[in-house]
């Protein structure tokens, strides 16, 4: 028994000559570490804090100040590689220290500085795809601008640079997602005008694919973001040629009274005069017919038009 008894002690004393070592060890490397940082070599004091703590931890309440200041400086070292990363130009690099924050911080409850590292995040991958945008590197761009997204579903300026890399490289359909996800996240006063030109291709390249009812739609969608002849224009083609005589004499009105000046307004009138005495509407048939008597490719068939129309109401009466 007494023998056993010594065995334990021994080993206590041994163990405490192991802490009293990891001790003085860690105190050197944190020291160490302290001059890398002032001296600005982050990764090396980054890593001699943690191996610092590493062995604090194992120090019981011998290393508890240590444990304690290490916390607090880890994370603001990895502050400091991800500003400097972000001077350097290097976004994934901040993006990635920033992150290591977060983890570090999250496990040991600084609550604060996980806060402020996630805030960073999507900042600096929203200033990253503006960069990738400006090179032209679209694919990449809208990766960074997902990222963000991942990160703050609700940053507007994120949207919106997705939906401008997206657009740009022919994506109408999902940069029209985008454009709205941006628009109802504060930036719909940016958003309105890219809404009403993906809008307006959209229905461009539907009604040359004979998808009528989306040309259509999507036609009076880019109109209502920006007032734009061109959209009501292909809504008026798009409503005639799937049958809706109507629609079409509706947006081809609409068209002439947006664009009063246009080059094919005497086209566009001989059409809707056409419509409306396909419908029956004479009266007005004969109103549009008198606005295409002068156009040089329709007139002569308009005159025609007027003059039969004419003959016809006279034998009525």
Do not use: H
């Not at 609700?154 to 985008?178: K, T």
């Not at 959209?202 to 209502?224: H, P, Q, T, Y």
């Amino acid at each position: 028994m007494r023998r056993l008894l010594l065995t334990i002690v021994a080993a206590l004393a041994m163990t405490s000559l192991y802490a009293q070592n990891d001790m003085v060890e860690a105190t050197q490397k944190a020291t160490l570490a302290k001059e890398f940082l002032d001296n600005g070599e982050y990764q090396n004091a980054l890593t001699g804090f943690q191996e610092a703590l590493a062995l604090a931890q194992g120090c019981g309440e011998e290393g508890f100040s240590l444990v304690t200041t290490c916390k607090t400086i880890i994370p603001k070292t990895m502050r400091a590689i991800a500003r400097k990363a972000l001077q350097d130009g290097d976004y994934d690099k901040a993006v990635s220290s920033l992150k290591d924050v977060a983890a570090f911080a999250g496990e040991y409850g600084d609550t604060q500085s996980v806060t402020n590292a996630k805030t960073l995040i999507p900042q600096i991958l929203v200033k990253k795809a503006g960069i990738l945008l400006d090179e032209g590197k679209y694919e990449e761009a809208a990766q960074a601008c997902n990222e963000a997204l991942a990160e703050d579903p609700s940053n507007g300026i994120a949207a919106l640079r997705l939906g401008m890399a997206l657009e740009s490289s022919g994506n109408y359909w999902n940069a029209v997602d985008a454009y709205e996800k941006a628009s109802k996240n504060g930036q719909a006063k940016n958003a309105a005008a890219k809404l009403g030109k993906c809008y307006l291709l959209r229905a461009l390249d539907e009604l040359k694919s004979k998808d009528f009812s989306a040309a259509v739609k999507d036609a009076v969608s880019s109109n209502g973001y920006v007032p734009n002849p061109q959209a009501l224009q292909i809504a008026g083609n798009a409503s005639m040629m799937s049958g809706d005589r109507a629609g079409a004499i509706k947006y081809f009105e609409q068209y002439l009274s947006a664009a009063p000046s246009a080059a094919n307004i005497g086209q566009v009138a001989y059409v809707v005069g056409a419509l409306c005495q396909e419908g029956g509407d004479n009266t007005k048939a004969m109103e549009y017919f008198s606005k295409a008597v002068s156009d040089p490719t329709y007139g002569a068939e308009a005159k025609k038009a007027l003059d039969a129309l004419g003959k016809a109401s006279k034998r009525k009466r």
